[in-house]
């Protein structure tokens, strides 16, 4: 009888431990979430950072000048930086294998087929110069355009990995602390869909506990991959009803948690 209770006692210590590092894997709430946007196109600070602030969320962006509109963006960029938003690192003019299929839209300038990993790598490092210049500060994360990691057969971030907290890729993916890549994390490009299917990603990271990248580009226009501003909003409302469960947060803090807490 005693060994059965001991068994038992066991068990349910073991039950609570699981439970209690669940609880706390993200500052004690279910989940993790991050609000990605790219290229730093004129509806971020339109349509975008108006929305966040209004139920106050923060985003993450990742700026690119291809369009050549950065500079008369910079004093909107530095407010929002300056009320918590992060400025992430997108290259100066958002390279891309013009190579792969897809990719008719590729400059040939600025086709990474073409590309050498140091014209790569002194193309980020303008960028987070630029961006320093923009908010004063020197950590940053990247997230890489279109989510190509390699010239040819070279991971190009490799030489940088000092200059990043962690980098975002495109894989269609949420994941648990423990099994996260901080140089090629995982997110969902968000493209036409509704404030429900948006919200069903978020309750199945609330199930499995794990971090969930929404990437969004444009916001009510501005973009070929696009969600409407209604939708847009709905997911917002809903995050900020569920703030208790979810931890939502800017990619650079969630990226430094995660490294501060995994094992």
């Not at 355009?145 to 390699?150: H, I, M, T, V």
């Not at 794990?210 to 991959?225: I, K, N, P, R, Y």
Request: net charge negative; proline share 3%.
């Amino acid at each position: 009888m005693q060994k059965i209770s001991l068994i038992l006692l066991i068990h349910l210590i073991l039950m609570f431990n699981a439970s209690a590092q669940t609880d706390n894997s993200w500052h004690g709430k279910k989940c993790a979430l991050v609000l990605t946007y790219d290229d730093g196109l004129n509806i971020d600070l339109t349509n975008v950072i108006p929305a966040l602030d209004s139920v106050g969320l923060k985003g993450t962006f990742y700026i690119s000048d291809y369009f050549n509109g950065l500079n008369a963006q910079i004093n909107k960029w530095r407010i929002a930086a300056a009320e918590g938003h992060e400025l992430g690192n997108h290259t100066i003019w958002h390279p891309c294998d013009g190579s792969l299929s897809g990719r008719s839209f590729v400059q040939p300038d600025y086709d990474l087929h073409t590309y050498d990993v140091r014209r790569m790598d002194n193309e980020i490092l303008a960028m987070n110069n630029i961006l320093k210049a923009i908010d004063g500060k020197s950590k940053r994360t990247f997230a890489y355009p279109c989510g190509d990691l390699k010239i040819h057969d070279t991971s190009y971030l490799d030489p940088l990995k000092n200059e990043f907290i962690a980098a975002r890729g495109v894989k269609g993916e949420m994941l648990p602390m423990d099994k996260i890549d901080l140089y090629n994390i995982g997110c969902y490009t968000m493209n036409g869909q509704s404030t429900d299917e948006m919200i069903a990603l978020v309750r199945k990271a609330m199930a499995s506990h794990t971090l969930l990248v929404f990437l969004f580009h444009g916001v009510g226009g501005e973009h070929s991959l696009n969600v409407s501003l209604e939708a847009h909003s709905g997911l917002l409302h809903y995050l900020k009803q569920h703030e208790n469960e979810i931890w939502i947060a800017p990619m650079i803090a969630v990226a430094e948690f995660i490294k501060s807490n995994r094992h």
